[in-house]
């Protein structure tokens, strides 16, 4: 089981700290993803972390800005946002693939979390 918080309201330039913690499972078993989904449109990969935290991924749009971070101990992953924009506003979720992969896959993920909004006003 997987629970995304952190969401909320913040302005264009700011910051938050998404948290996505994990249950149930072998938790350093898995890779972690995080997914967002605007308004009406499709979920998108955003990037992740495969399951020892050595190797991170992110889509062009957020390299630079985002940072995901895991604590095996604390079954959680984390997503720093920065420098945060309109674009960035969307669902996001939290999912984990089973798999101790040497790199982030970014589809056919396992598990998902039930997202957190994130809304970035102008």
């Known amino acids: 089981q997987l629970q995304a918080f952190g969401g909320g309201l913040v302005q264009a330039g700011g910051s938050l700290r998404l948290s996505c913690a994990a249950s149930?499972?072998?938790?350093?078993?898995?890779?972690m993803g995080w997914f967002r989904q605007a308004p009406g449109k499709d979920r998108d990969f955003v990037g992740g972390?495969?399951?020892?935290?050595?190797?991170?991924d992110y889509v062009n749009s957020v390299k630079g800005r985002f940072t995901i971070s895991r604590d095996n101990t604390k079954n959680t992953v984390y997503l720093q946002m920065n420098s945060l924009n309109a674009e960035d506003t969307a669902v996001y979720y939290c999912?984990?693939?089973?798999?101790?992969?040497?790199?982030?896959?970014?589809?056919?993920?396992?598990?998902w979390g039930q997202g957190t909004l994130v809304t970035v006003s102008s």
């Open positions: 999912a984990a693939k089973r798999g101790r992969f040497g790199y982030v896959p970014r589809r056919d993920y396992n598990y």
């Open positions: 149930g499972g072998t938790f350093s078993s898995y890779g």
């Open positions: 972390i495969n399951w020892s935290g050595g190797i991170t």
